[in-house]
């Protein structure tokens, strides 16, 4: 037990307290910010100057989506040290994030479940919402196509089993112009614009759960019978879910044929990180004013062509410079064109 003394004992000076040598700040590691939470890329600057740690963050925006608020919020806990605010946990049966909050939930209604490929859709295309995507649209004269395709594919689809398609011209002439002007054969990616030297054309296909790009891998050395052969043979393992990863990866530039399901104007969502995607409508024939023939009306085959690009990488005038080239080998399209 502890005994008190009515005065302090004669004790040996007490040794020094040792004061603490100045802390030295070690040089700080810069923050990585994964490439796989979704923010804008301004957001994701910020996010690296105010040194926040975004993987901790719960995003409120929409998807969940990681917000400049959301950013500024956690550095501000970081500072004060209370670090961002708790998230309170979902209640059994209630609706959760992103749910039907604003709408209740009324006898009849059913949810739909997300298949896997809807999920990779949806995750895909939020990531969309980070570019800033412009467009333009021009017509296209395909009279030419439509007699020289005409004028072959009896004997094409004797010979080879399989109709000569359109997709296959459009395919071809968007193959051509992306050798004149190779910043839409890209991939746009926080190092900068990276201009690909293979031009693997991607193809949308529709299949029943979903859509899909397989893409056709150095198609800048395929005949129009080789592009042809490739689409075919692409849509066919799509909708048999036949595909392969290699099948779906490394797409540089994509075409979307929409006019099958009797679109003429269709404003497309660019495939990231590419910089660049291109439909095709379908083909009407209406009276057309040919100018060079002194204004005279006659019936044509015309089909719209909307291009949608990342204005990141490329501006109006060049894309409008690549539908024009695309325009003019569709139009120079006549019986002596190469097929194979």
């Known amino acids: 037990p502890a005994v008190t003394a009515t005065a302090p004992p004669v004790t040996a000076p007490a040794a020094p307290t040792p004061v603490p040598a100045p802390a030295t700040s070690a040089p700080t590691a810069p923050v990585v910010v994964p490439a ?19 993987t901790a963050i719960a995003g409120s925006g929409i998807g969940g989506r990681i917000t400049r608020a959301d950013v500024e919020q956690a550095a501000a806990g970081a500072t004060n040290g209370s670090g961002p605010p708790a998230q309170a946990a979902p209640q059994p049966g ?8 604003d709408s209740p939930v009324r006898d009849g209604d059913s ?5 896997p490929m809807r999920k990779a859709i949806a995750r895909h295309m939020e990531r969309f919402v980070e570019v800033p995507a412009a467009y333009i649209t021009i017509e296209v004269d395909m009279t030419p196509v439509v007699k020289a395709r005409s004028a072959v594919n009896p004997d094409y689809k004797a010979r080879e089993g399989m109709s000569l398609s359109y997709v296959a011209y459009m395919t071809k002439a968007c193959v051509e112009a992306l050798r004149a002007f190779p910043d839409f054969n890209a991939h746009w990616t926080e190092e900068g614009h990276w201009r690909r030297k293979a031009i693997n054309v991607g193809i949308a296909v529709a299949v029943d759960d979903g859509l899909v790009v397989p893409v056709i891998h150095n198609a800048e050395n395929l005949s129009l019978h080789g592009l042809n052969t490739a689409i075919n043979d692409l ?33 497309p969502i660019i495939n990231v990180p590419e910089v660049a995607i291109i439909t095709m409508e ?58 194979w």
């Open 36 to 54: 796989n939470i979704r923010m804008t890329p301004a957001v994701r600057r910020l996010a690296r100057d105010l040194r926040v740690d975004v």
């Open 94 to 101: 209630a609706p959760s994030a992103g749910g039907p909050t």
């Open 111 to 115: 949810l739909k479940q997300l298949t």
């Open 235 to 267: 849509a066919k393992r799509a909708r048999d879910k036949k595909l392969t990863p290699q099948d779906i990866e490394g797409g540089t530039f994509t075409v979307d044929n929409t006019g099958w399901t009797g679109s003429i104007l269709t404003l």
């Open 282 to 339: 379908k083909i009407v024939k209406r009276p057309v004013v040919l100018e060079d023939q002194g204004d005279a009306i006659a019936v044509r085959s015309m089909m719209n062509m909307c291009i949608a690009i990342d204005h990141r990488a490329n501006d109006g005038a060049q894309a409008g410079a690549f539908l024009q080239e695309v325009q003019g080998w569709l139009r120079a399209v006549d019986a002596d064109t190469p097929i």
